[in-house]
């Protein structure tokens, strides 16, 4: 199981960047792919995530309305659309997924992340600065 986000780069507060995380060694369309940031200094934490079954999608409460996430199963890729970046957007992003539990679940309307995720892909910087 390999995952691979890029995509990252600077960008001005108010623009948008798309993050790419590529998959291998297993099927996609099957497993969710959450979505993660860590900013320097603070732990890493939740930001989205499309579940395997039904593509649901889920998104963390300071990311909602801005991001958008969506998956090409045929090109076993899922991607992070960001839109309006604001500052403290800025991290280090990482896509992971896990195979036997789900990344990330929906209950009583708040979304729990899977932090303990078994796979993680090298991460991808976004700073967002003028």
């Known amino acids: 199981v390999q995952l691979q986000a890029s995509g990252g780069g600077l960008v001005q507060p108010g623009g948008s960047l798309r993050l790419s995380c590529a998959t291998s060694g297993f099927t996609l369309d099957l497993h969710g792919i959450g979505w993660f940031r860590q900013a320097p200094g603070k732990e890493r934490e939740g930001v989205s995530c499309?579940?395997?079954?039904?593509?649901?999608?889920y998104y963390a409460d300071s990311v909602k309305g801005r991001f958008l996430i969506s998956r090409d199963n045929a090109k076993t890729t899922v991607y992070l659309e960001m839109n309006n970046l604001k500052p403290e957007d800025t991290a280090v992003y990482y896509c992971?997924?896990?195979?036997?539990?789900?990344?990330?679940?929906?209950?009583?309307?708040?979304?729990?992340?899977?932090?303990?995720?078994?796979?993680w892909g090298e991460g991808t910087l976004v700073t967002v600065s003028s």
């Open positions: 499309i579940s395997g079954v039904d593509n649901s999608t």
């Open positions: 992971a997924t896990d195979l036997n539990w789900a990344v990330c679940t929906h209950y009583g309307g708040t979304v729990y992340f899977n932090n303990g995720a078994t796979y």
